[in-house]
Nanobody, 124 residues
C-alpha cells in the first residue's frame, strides 16, 4: 500500500516555527516529486511548495522566504520548515507525491498519492 504520513503539526504563536515531515511507505520517494498543500476552513486547497528529485523547488509567493522544503531520500522523507508563522497560515497541511521525478508542480490534480494531513494552528 502506497502511503504518505505527515507529522509535526501543532499550535504555535505568531512568529513561531514548525517543521513538518512527510514519510513515505510502500514506495520510494526518490523517483517522485513531492509537494506540500494546505487547506484552511472555507477555502480551496493551495499548493505551497514542491521539490523535484534533484531538489529544485518552487514556492507560493505568500510563503516564499518563510517556508523551506527539503528532501532526504535516504530516509524516504520530505520536510517543510515553516518560520515566522502567521495566523493566516492556520490550515490542514498535506504532502503529496507524483511519479514524475523531474520538474516541480504545485497543481493539485497532478498528484495521486496523498497523506492524511496534519493540523497547523497559529494563534496567540
Amino acid at each position: 500500500q502506497l502511503q504518505l504520513v505527515e507529522s509535526g503539526g501543532g499550535l504555535v504563536h505568531p512568529g513561531g516555527s514548525l517543521r513538518l515531515s512527510c514519510v513515505a511507505s510502500g514506495f520510494t520517494l526518490d523517483y517522485h516529486s513531492i509537494a506540500w498543500f494546505r487547506q484552511a476552513p472555507g477555502k480551496e486547497r493551495e499548493g505551497l511548495s514542491c521539490i523535484s528529485r534533484i531538489s529544485s523547488s518552487t514556492y507560493l509567493d505568500s510563503v516564499k522566504g518563510r517556508f523551506t522544503i527539503s528532501r532526504d531520500n535516504a530516509k524516504n522523507m520530505v520536510a517543510l520548515q515553516m518560520d515566522d508563522l502567521k495566523p493566516e497560515d492556520t490550515a490542514i497541511y498535506y504532502c503529496a507525491a507524483r511519479d514524475r521525478p523531474y520538474g516541480c508542480s504545485r497543481v493539485e490534480r497532478e498528484y495521486d498519492i496523498w497523506g492524511q494531513g496534519t493540523q497547523v494552528t497559529v494563534s496567540s
